[in-house]
């Protein structure tokens, strides 16, 4: 089985600016889980006035080119290790696509909705859509489910996700409403093409990936 650690150097390098839209008017305090080599807190802290980065990375190499990007840069497992010290908590917390390589998800939220995330401040998810119609036709047509290096098969994926499950995960009793959106359907693409013409009945099976975000209420 690949490890997440033998990525390589391309997987972790770019700026998530997709997310441009769905941020909070001041970001503040960011934590980012699974921060790749940085680009997105670098981005975040020359573009969008986030105060103070902290980024998680598990694998070494990237972690260090972030460190680069970052005001701290920890290097653990955050499924079994917290963050060390007692950090204030953060206006933005980001997993983008990152949960999925997780074994319990599920609890991950938990924790941050509850010890990391600032009451008022926004947890921002990003997870591969398997519902997806190029993992729906091979294993409907030809009965197969081939994991690749990376995408939505990725091999390190522990765990998959539609919309309504995908939202189901941020469904928490410290957590208000959650937000879900697919990027892509705006102006005159392929996609938004399709989906004008089909209804939206079709809008799940071409969407690669969802991003969700909800605020702490508690």
């Known amino acids: 089985m690949q490890s997440y650690s033998d990525k390589s150097g391309d997987y972790f390098a770019h700026a998530r600016k997709e997310i441009q839209p769905l941020l909070p008017n001041n970001c503040g305090r960011v934590l980012e889980i699974g921060c790749g080599a940085g680009a997105t807190l670098g981005w975040l802290r020359q573009q969008h006035h986030a105060t103070h980065t902290v980024g998680i990375e598990i694998a070494e190499t990237a972690a260090a080119k972030a460190r680069f990007f ?5 290097c653990l497992d955050f499924e079994r290790q917290d963050l060390p010290g007692d950090e204030p908590k953060f206006d933005l917390i980001l997993c983008l696509d990152v949960l999925e390589h997780m074994v319990d998800p599920w609890a991950v939220i938990d924790r941050l909705a509850t010890r990391y995330l600032k009451t008022g401040g926004t947890l921002l998810v990003s997870l591969p859509n398997v ?9 409907l047509l030809q009965g197969r489910w081939d994991y690749e290096d990376a995408g939505l098969l990725d091999r390190t994926h522990l765990r998959f996700f ?17 937000s879900c959106s697919a990027i892509g359907f705006d102006g005159l693409t392929l996609k ?8 939206g009945i079709f809008q799940e099976f071409v969407t690669y990936q969802y991003f969700l975000s909800a605020r702490q209420t508690q």
């Open 192 to 199: 938004h093409l399709l989906n004008v013409l089909t209804f």
């Open 70 to 74: 970052a005001d701290e840069v920890h």
């Open 131 to 139: 519902r997806h119609y190029s993992v729906v036709l091979p294993l």
């Open 162 to 178: 539609t919309k309504a499950s995908a939202k189901k995960l941020l469904e928490h009793p410290s957590l208000g409403q959650v």
